[in-house]
C-alpha cells in the first residue's frame, strides 16, 4: 500500500491539478470560512506528498473537498478507519449509561449471528453484552429493534 502523502500525489496528478491549483482551491475555502487553516500552501502540500508530514484537519477536509473524494478514505490513508469505530468503542467502558451516536455514520457494521440470552431491549445495556462474541457491532441491531 502507498503511504498517504504518495497516494494524495498520485491522485493530485491523475487529476490533473498543479500544486499551484491547490493553493488556489485551498485559498477559496480558506476565505469562504475565514479560517487559513484551510489554506494549502504549495511548500506544505509538497511536505505532505514526499516528506510524511501530518496535515491538519482543516487542510485534509480541503483536499479531500479539491480531490472529490470522501474524507473518511483518506483518513484511512493515513491509519484512521472510521469503519473500527464500532469495535474500538468497547476498549473504554464509561462509567454511566448514556445515548450515543458514535456509530451512526460508520459505512459498514459486523452484526452478531446470536444473541445474548440475558439482553432485554426494554432495559439500558453494555451493547458489547448483547452480541455476544462480536461485541460493540451489535448497536446497529439494538438501533433496529427499537425502530
Same mark, same amino acid.
Given at each position: 500500500?502507498?503511504?498517504?502523502?504518495?497516494?494524495?500525489?498520485?491522485?493530485?496528478?491523475?487529476?490533473?491539478?498543479?500544486?499551484?491549483?491547490?493553493?488556489?482551491?485551498?485559498?477559496?475555502?480558506?476565505?469562504?470560512?475565514?479560517?487559513?487553516?484551510?489554506?494549502?500552501?504549495?511548500?506544505?502540500?509538497?511536505?505532505?506528498?514526499?516528506?510524511?508530514?501530518?496535515?491538519?484537519?482543516?487542510?485534509?477536509?480541503?483536499?479531500?473537498?479539491?480531490?472529490?473524494?470522501?474524507?473518511?478514505?483518506?483518513?484511512?490513508?493515513?491509519?484512521?478507519?472510521?469503519?473500527?469505530?464500532?469495535?474500538?468503542?468497547?476498549?473504554?467502558?464509561?462509567?454511566?449509561?448514556? +445515548?450515543?451516536?458514535?456509530?451512526?455514520?460508520?459505512?459498514?457494521?459486523?452484526?452478531?449471528?446470536?444473541?445474548?440470552?440475558?439482553?432485554?431491549?426494554?432495559?439500558?445495556?453494555?451493547?458489547?453484552?448483547?452480541?455476544?462474541?462480536?461485541? +460493540?457491532?451489535?448497536?446497529?441491531?439494538?438501533?433496529?429493534?427499537?425502530?
Amino acid at each position: 500500500m502507498l503511504p498517504a502523502g504518495k497516494s494524495l500525489r498520485t491522485l493530485r496528478e491523475k487529476l490533473g491539478l498543479t500544486m499551484r491549483d491547490i493553493e488556489l482551491s485551498s485559498a477559496r475555502m480558506a476565505e469562504k470560512y475565514r479560517n487559513e487553516e484551510f489554506s494549502i500552501p504549495p511548500s506544505r502540500l509538497s511536505d505532505i506528498e514526499t516528506k510524511g508530514v501530518l496535515p491538519s484537519i482543516f487542510r485534509l477536509y480541503t483536499l479531500a473537498v479539491i480531490y472529490r473524494r470522501d474524507l473518511r478514505e483518506l483518513l484511512a490513508w493515513y491509519g484512521v478507519d472510521l469503519n473500527n469505530m464500532a469495535a474500538d468503542l468497547g476498549m473504554i467502558a464509561p462509567p454511566r449509561s448514556h +445515548v450515543s451516536e458514535a456509530l451512526s455514520a460508520l459505512s459498514s457494521v459486523q452484526v452478531p449471528i446470536r444473541m445474548d440470552p440475558g439482553f432485554d431491549e426494554h432495559r439500558t445495556t453494555n451493547l458489547g453484552r448483547i452480541g455476544g462474541a462480536m461485541g +460493540v457491532g451489535a448497536a446497529l441491531l439494538s438501533r433496529s429493534i427499537r425502530a
